[in-house]
């Protein structure tokens, strides 16, 4: 029997049940594919992150899985995974199609560098009658990210998705966006098609916005919130080719996984 360790955080949290829960597993060395998407599915939460060291530029190659898929980027299990490994300052990840990404420390929290990922206009009309809104701007990343954009916090709040439809769209990320209330932007974020009908608080969905958003309110840096059930508030700052997202982490569970 092989004895895994693994820790479940709620990342983008201040405290036990809010943000979104990450399993992160470390690793000595890869497992076949196979058995980490069955590790995924047997934990059942939006991500299993995996990590095993390395040398050179990174200190640890990082990969996400959800219950169904392997998945291009994870922000919320990213900062759950620099809680986790963080020794000094800073903990360095290498990934295999987001490219280097890194967890700092910044005050009680950290500070998340993802790629910044810009959308381009394009009409979503399957992904908007399934979300049963009124788009102002839709917009779409190739990495499947669909970024529709309505007027109000409230129609964000009021959303009530039809989940077959937008699973029959494959494996895309949707986001719903607009003016916050007591944030500069709301958000909510589902992945019906990758197992997951609504994300709690979805850290790569903010490498997508926070482009967008910059633009549009004229400056680099804002405050956000995911509007889910448990919810999850993010600082937002755009550097260049790079978004920076400020959270907190909260450990709340330790244990083996027997394998």
């Avoid at 620099?82 to 000094?88: A, D, M, R, S, T």
């Avoid at 077959?164 to 916050?180: K, S």
Wanted: charged residues 20%.
């Amino acid at each position: 029997m092989t004895r895994l360790p693994i820790i479940q955080v709620d990342a983008f949290a201040d405290r036990p049940f809010t943000g979104n829960p990450a399993a992160v597993m470390p690793l000595e060395e890869w497992l076949p594919d196979d058995v980490l998407q069955k590790i995924a599915n047997e934990n059942n939460l939006s991500e299993t992150a995996f990590t095993v060291p390395v040398e050179g530029d990174a200190d640890y190659e990082l990969r996400w899985f959800t219950p169904t898929t392997e998945v291009a980027l994870c922000g919320h299990a990213t900062l759950a995974s620099g809680h986790v490994l963080i020794e000094g300052e800073r903990v360095r990840f290498r990934t295999r199609k987001a490219g280097d990404l890194s967890v700092e420390r910044q005050g009680e929290g950290y500070a998340l560098s993802l790629p910044a990922w810009k959308p381009e206009p394009k009409p979503l009309p399957i992904i908007v009658d399934a979300l049963g809104c009124r788009a102002a701007q839709t917009l779409w990343h190739p990495h499947r990210y669909g970024l529709v954009v309505v007027e109000t916090a409230d129609e964000v709040l009021a959303l009530k998705p039809d989940f077959q439809a937008m699973a029959r769209q494959g494996d895309v990320l949707t986001i719903v966006t607009a003016p916050g209330k007591d944030t500069d932007i709301i958000s909510r974020v589902f992945a019906p098609g990758a197992g997951i009908n609504e994300d709690p608080v979805t850290g790569s969905a903010h490498a997508v916005m926070v482009p967008y958003w910059a633009e549009r309110l004229g400056r680099d840096s804002f405050t956000a919130y995911q509007a889910s059930a448990r919810g999850g508030h993010l600082t937002c700052r755009l550097a260049g080719d790079r978004v920076i997202l400020g959270g907190r982490c909260v450990t709340v569970i330790e244990g083996t996984f027997h394998l």
